[in-house]
Every structure is written in structure tokens, then in C-alpha cells.
């Protein structure tokens, strides 16, 4: 993939290929350091919470909030397994009792409820094992083994619990743009100074982060002007249109998150 393609590709499934193996090539996958599915993980909760409307399940915020907290170290993987399971096993039970009352007692959003516990519980699939630690070099291999592999089918479900359909199949502009907030431009890598990490910059950069509402990004960009940045690239994704999550590249840069 170029750098051109990069920018305007609205196909997940390569974006997400193309930027998993940048990400191992640059910093190979041990033991001691696993491959990190955060920016992952917080993609896919992205994607959830653009359209929260559609989790009319109390279970099913639950999880996609438990897999945001686990990206970010707040909890367990035995939290994370216990809501994922307790998210499958509505999931199955609406099925038995949809199943028990007939296909003519269907409700109108019996279809949604199943569609958002399922991804949800997806969110909330446990990191790779140490036996997947290993990026397989073909793409096939990589598809079968790779959390991510399951992640994007999530948020693509999302879209057909929405609208009904698969006709969108894995291209949508709205994920890619997240997707590249996310995870930047591979093309070019940013030297992020720490003396861009002011009191202001950071104050401000966590209170988006926490609220989740990203809508001060052209006045961080005017903090971290004032501290001395220069880059185009991280000036311009901040007063750019967006749209911005948790996990944006500069605001975890400006936090110092990995």
C-alpha cells in the first residue's frame, strides 16, 4: 500500500492488514513484549459508539465499556472474559426463546439486541496467546490468526445490525477515517518532543480524553504551537475535520500513551 492509497482507502480489512504489519516489522512481537491490540480494541469500541443507539442492551454498553477500560490497563482480562460471557449468554438465550416462541413473535429489534451483544462480546475477545505472538508473513495466515481479524468483522457487523444489509461489505469512509485518527500515517512516523507536553497541552488532551468529546482539537493544536511544535502533521490532524476517539495518535501523544 502507498502512502496515497493510505489516505484514501475505505477498505478496513487492508488498512488494518497494511498497519499491523507496519507495526510489527518496526517492533516484532516477543514474549516479553506482546503484540499490543489497544489502538485495536479502542477502534473497534470507536466504531460502537458512533452508533451507541443501536446497543438497546444494558449488557452489551457494559461490554464495549469493560473492552475500552481493558485497552487501557482499568481492568482485568478476567473482567474483560466475565463480561464477554455473560454478553454470549443473552445472546443465546433472546435465540432459545425466539426459537421457543416461533418465528412469527419476533420483535421488531430482537434482530439488534442479538447483533450488538454479539459484537460487543467480540470487543471483548482476550489479547492473542503467546502461541500468536508471531505475525505470520502471508496474508491468508495473518487473516485466520489475528485479533484484529475479528475486531474488524465486528465493526463491520455493526453496519449490517444498522442498515440491514451487507452491500456496504467492508468499505466505509466513516471507519477508515477513524481508523486513520487512530493509528496516524505509517509514512510518516512523528518525533514528538517532550517539551510539547506542556501543563496546558496535557490538561487539555486528558479532559478530551476523558469526556470523549474531541471537539477542543484546533485549540490543543494552538497549545502545543505555543510549547514550539511545528509539525504540519500534528497541527493539521488536530484542526482537520476529524473525526477524533480515544486512541487519536496525537492525543495519546500528547498524553504518552502507547
Not at 471483548?124 to 485466520?144: F, I, M, S, V
Not at 461489505?169 to 471507519?175: A, E
Not at 506542556?198 to 486528558?206: D, F, I, N, R, V
Request: net charge negative; proline share 6%; charged share 25%.
Amino acid at each position: 500500500m502507498t502512502e496515497t492509497q493510505w489516505l484514501t482507502c475505505t477498505d478496513i480489512h487492508s488498512m488494518v492488514d497494511f498497519v499491523s504489519r507496519v507495526r510489527c516489522r518496526i517492533q516484532p512481537p516477543t514474549a516479553a513484549h506482546p503484540y499490543r491490540d489497544r489502538p485495536l480494541r479502542l477502534f473497534v469500541v470507536g466504531c460502537f459508539r458512533a452508533h451507541w443507539d443501536v446497543f438497546l442492551d444494558p449488557d452489551a454498553r457494559v461490554a464495549v465499556e469493560t473492552a475500552e477500560r481493558f485497552a487501557d490497563g482499568l481492568v482485568t482480562r478476567d473482567a474483560l472474559h466475565q463480561v464477554e460471557s455473560r454478553a454470549r449468554d443473552l445472546k443465546d438465550r433472546i435465540i432459545e426463546e425466539c426459537l421457543r416462541k416461533g418465528r412469527s413473535d419476533f420483535g421488531p429489534n430482537v434482530g439488534t439486541r442479538m447483533g450488538s451483544l454479539s459484537v460487543a462480546a467480540e470487543a471483548c475477545a482476550p489479547p492473542r496467546t503467546e502461541a500468536q505472538e508471531q505475525l505470520p508473513t502471508r496474508g491468508a495466515r495473518a487473516k485466520r490468526s489475528l485479533w484484529w481479524w475479528y475486531s474488524v468483522e465486528s465493526a463491520h457487523t455493526i453496519n449490517e445490525t444498522i442498515d440491514g444489509t451487507s452491500a456496504t461489505l467492508y468499505s466505509d469512509p466513516q471507519q477508515a477515517a477513524l481508523l486513520r485518527d487512530i493509528f496516524g500515517n505509517p509514512f510518516r512516523p512523528i518525533e514528538f518532543s517532550p517539551a510539547w507536553r506542556t501543563s496546558a497541552a496535557t490538561a487539555l488532551a486528558a479532559q478530551m480524553y476523558e469526556s470523549r468529546d474531541f471537539s477542543a482539537m484546533p485549540i490543543l493544536a494552538d497549545a502545543l504551537q505555543d510549547a514550539g511544535c511545528d509539525s504540519a502533521d500534528v497541527l493539521g490532524h488536530c484542526r482537520g475535520p476529524g473525526p477524533h476517539a480515544r486512541g487519536c495518535w496525537v492525543v495519546d501523544l500528547v498524553l504518552g500513551k502507547e
